[in-house]
C-alpha cells in the first residue's frame, strides 16, 4: 500500500483487523432462522456466536392454556420435517402419565410411520446438506423420494407437512385400505435409490474432500454437550433410544430385529452393501455423521418393513384417542423418544386439571447446536456451512 | 442399584443436603439445597456405580396461582422449581434432581432466585440454564456467559412466569 506521504514508497508491514461478519439469519445454509456472528481473521474463523430466537413461537406458554391433544399441532411445528415423530414423542409423554397401554396393532402402525417420517426427514438432511457444500442436484433427488413419502402420509391423514396423526391414545384413523401395498412397492424402489445418492454425495470426491476430518468430536465431547442421535452415533457411542430407551419407546421396537449404527472396533453393522468409509475420514468427523444418517434411511426401509409384516396380522384396533378434554392425574412424567435429529424429549407437570402446568419441550438440535461454539473455531470460513450442515439442525425445534 | 439403597447412600454421603426423595411416583427424583447442588451433580456424574453423564434437560416451573378462587383450595406455598433431568448411558438409567427456589430472593419482587450452575459440571447446562433464565426468571450463579437466548436482549419480564403479562407493545409492534 502506497502511503500519502510519498507515493512511491510502498507500505510492506500492512495491518489488517479481525473482522464480524453476520451469517444469517436469512443465510440458506443455516436451516432455517439462524444468526451466526463471526470473528474471523482472512479466512479464518476464530469465534462463532450463535443467536438464536428468531422463529420463537412460545409453545410452551401456549402448551400451558391448552390440553395435550390441542398442543398436537404445536408440536407438528416443531420440527417440521418430522412431524409424525414429534406428534409420537408427546403422545407417549401423555400416555406415560395416563398409564394407557395401547394394542399391539397400534404400535406397529407408529413404527411404519415414524420410521418412514425419519426416511424423510434424513432425506431432506442429505439433500440439504449438498446444498450446503455447493451441489444442487442431490437435493432434487432426494426431494422426489420424499414427496413420495409426502403422498403416503397425504393419503393417511390429509396433511403433507403439519400433520397432528398419532395422537394420545393412538391415531386420528387407521391405515387405509391398499396402503401397505403403496407403501411396499415405495420401498421396493427406494432401496436401489440409495445406492445411487452414496454415489452422488458419500462417496464423490468433492464431498469427501469437504466432510472428512472436518469437525472432529470425541465421544467424550459429544456426550458432554448433550448430543443425541446421528451425532451422538457419528462419534461412535452406541446409543439409540429405540434400544436402550425407557420402557414405553423400547416396547414398540420390542422383537424387531435392527442394530444400532454406530461404528464400533473400525466397522459398521454389515448387513448391507455399504460404501467403504475414505481413508481421510475421522470417527466424529462431518462425514461420519452425514454416514449414519445415510445407513439409518435403510435401517428405516428395514424396520418398516417388519412392522408392516406384524401391522397386517396384529390383533387390536389402531388405538382411539383419548378424549380431548381428558383429565390427567396429579403428576409429572418426562420421556425422551428417538427423533430423527436426535433424542426429543417432553416435561409434561400436571396439577390434576385436563390442562397442563407446564409443557416443556426439550429439542434435541437445541444441543447439538451448542457445539458451534466450540467446533467452529480456527477452520475455515467455508468449513462453517460444513459442520452446522452435519448437525442437521432445524430452528423451529430449537426454537420452539 | 435399587432406588431405596441409592437414597440412603446419598443420604449418607451428603446427610441434609439431600432435603426429600420421592421414590413412589412415575419419575423418582430428589431434592437437593442450593448450595449443594453441585456437589451432588458432581458426584452422580462421576461416581463409578452411577456415571449419570448425560444431562437431558433443565426446566424452571413457576408454582403460582394467580385466580384467587382456586388459590383457597391449592395446598402448596408459590415457589418455582429447577428440574434437572439425567441419564446414564452407561447404565440406561434416569434420574430427576429438584432445586426448589423462593418465587424471589429475599421475598423481594424483582430480585431473581440464584442457584449455582452446573455448567462446569455438564456442557449442556450452558444453553439450557441460559433458556431457563430466559424464560422462567432463575439467575445462575457462576454461569460463563448468562444472557437471554430465545427472547430479544431487550425483552421484559420471564414469560413462563405464571404471572407474566404480556407487553401491549415492543419497538412499535401492538402486542394485542
Redesign the interface.
Known amino acids: 500500500m502506497a502511503t500519502v506521504d510519498d507515493p512511491r514508497i510502498i507500505e510492506f508491514d500492512v495491518r489488517t483487523d479481525e473482522m464480524l461478519i453476520n451469517m444469517g439469519p436469512q443465510h440458506p445454509s443455516t436451516h432455517g432462522v439462524l444468526r451466526l456472528v463471526l470473528q474471523t481473521d482472512g479466512e479464518i474463523v476464530s469465534r462463532t456466536t450463535p443467536h438464536l430466537g428468531y422463529l420463537h413461537r412460545c409453545a410452551e406458554k401456549i402448551g400451558e392454556n391448552l390440553t395435550p391433544r390441542q398442543w398436537i399441532p404445536y408440536t407438528d411445528r416443531m420440527d417440521y420435517l418430522a412431524g409424525m415423530n414429534m406428534n409420537l414423542g408427546w403422545s407417549i409423554t401423555v400416555e406415560k402419565l395416563l398409564n394407557h397401554e395401547l394394542s399391539e396393532k397400534a404400535k406397529h402402525l407408529r413404527v411404519i410411520i415414524a420410521e418412514l417420517g425419519r426416511v424423510a426427514s434424513h432425506l431432506v438432511g442429505m439433500g440439504a446438506y449438498g446444498l450446503d457444500l455447493g451441489t444442487f442436484s442431490p437435493f432434487l433427488y432426494a426431494f422426489r423420494e420424499r414427496e413420495k413419502i409426502l403422498d403416503l402420509f397425504e393419503e393417511v391423514c390429509g396433511a403433507r407437512l403439519t400433520y397432528s396423526y398419532i395422537t394420545p391414545g393412538g391415531a386420528t384413523a387407521d391405515l387405509p385400505a391398499g396402503w401397505l401395498q403403496k407403501c411396499e412397492g415405495f420401498l421396493e424402489q427406494l432401496l436401489p435409490v440409495i445406492t445411487e445418492y452414496h454415489t452422488l454425495l458419500t462417496t464423490n470426491a468433492i464431498f469427501v474432500g469437504r466432510t472428512a476430518g472436518i469437525g472432529v468430536m470425541s465421544p467424550e465431547m459429544v456426550i458432554d454437550y448433550g448430543c443425541t442421535g446421528p451425532v451422538l452415533r457419528g462419534s461412535g457411542v452406541s446409543h439409540d433410544l429405540r434400544r436402550d430407551g425407557e420402557e414405553r419407546v423400547t416396547d414398540m421396537y420390542d422383537g424387531y430385529a435392527f442394530e444400532v449404527i454406530c461404528e464400533q472396533e473400525g466397522h459398521y453393522p454389515n448387513d448391507h452393501d455399504y460404501p467403504a468409509v475414505p481413508s481421510k475420514a475421522v470417527l466424529g468427523d462431518c462425514w461420519h455423521r452425514f454416514y449414519v444418517r445415510m445407513l439409518e434411511v435403510i435401517q428405516s426401509i428395514d424396520l418398516c418393513r417388519q412392522a408392516m409384516d406384524r401391522y397386517s396380522t396384529a390383533s387390536g384396533d389402531y388405538g382411539i384417542p383419548v378424549k380431548l378434554t381428558q383429565k390427567l392425574p396429579k403428576g409429572e412424567v418426562y420421556l425422551e423418544s428417538e427423533c430423527p435429529r436426535g433424542q426429543m424429549g417432553f416435561y409434561l407437570v400436571s396439577d390434576g386439571t385436563s390442562i397442563p402446568w407446564r409443557a416443556r419441550a426439550r429439542s434435541s438440535c437445541f444441543c447439538n447446536l451448542s457445539v458451534t461454539e466450540a467446533l467452529c473455531v480456527d477452520v475455515p470460513l467455508a468449513d462453517v456451512p460444513a459442520i452446522i450442515g452435519s448437525l442437521d439442525v432445524v430452528m423451529g425445534e430449537i426454537d420452539r | 442399584m435399587s432406588g431405596q439403597t441409592f437414597i440412603d447412600t446419598l443420604k449418607q454421603k451428603f446427610g441434609e443436603k439431600i432435603v426429600g426423595d420421592h421414590l413412589e411416583?412415575?419419575?423418582p427424583w430428589i431434592e437437593v439445597t442450593p448450595e449443594a447442588l453441585v456437589e451432588v451433580c458432581q458426584y452422580l456424574k462421576t461416581d463409578p456405580g452411577l456415571q449419570f453423564?448425560?444431562?437431558?434437560?433443565i426446566?424452571g416451573?413457576?408454582y403460582l396461582e394467580t385466580d384467587p378462587k382456586k388459590a383457597k383450595k391449592i395446598d402448596w406455598q408459590p415457589h418455582t422449581e429447577v428440574?434437572y433431568?439425567l441419564?446414564s448411558?452407561p447404565n440406561?438409567t434416569?434420574l430427576?434432581v429438584k432445586v426448589i427456589l423462593p418465587r424471589w430472593k429475599n421475598d423481594e419482587e424483582g430480585q431473581l432466585p440464584e442457584v449455582p450452575s452446573v455448567a462446569d459440571v455438564?456442557?449442556?447446562a450452558?444453553?439450557?440454564e441460559r433458556?431457563v433464565f430466559d424464560?422462567s426468571g432463575v439467575h445462575f450463579t457462576g454461569h460463563p456467559d448468562l444472557r437471554?437466548?430465545?427472547?430479544?436482549e431487550d425483552w421484559v419480564g420471564y414469560?413462563?412466569r405464571k404471572d407474566y403479562e404480556m407487553p401491549l407493545e415492543y419497538h412499535g409492534i401492538r402486542g394485542r
Do not use: G
Open positions: 411416583v412415575i419419575d453423564n448425560q444431562l437431558q434437560c426446566s416451573v413457576d428440574v433431568h441419564w448411558i440406561k434416569s430427576v455438564w456442557r449442556t450452558d444453553w439450557h433458556e424464560l437471554r437466548i430465545l427472547c430479544p414469560p413462563l
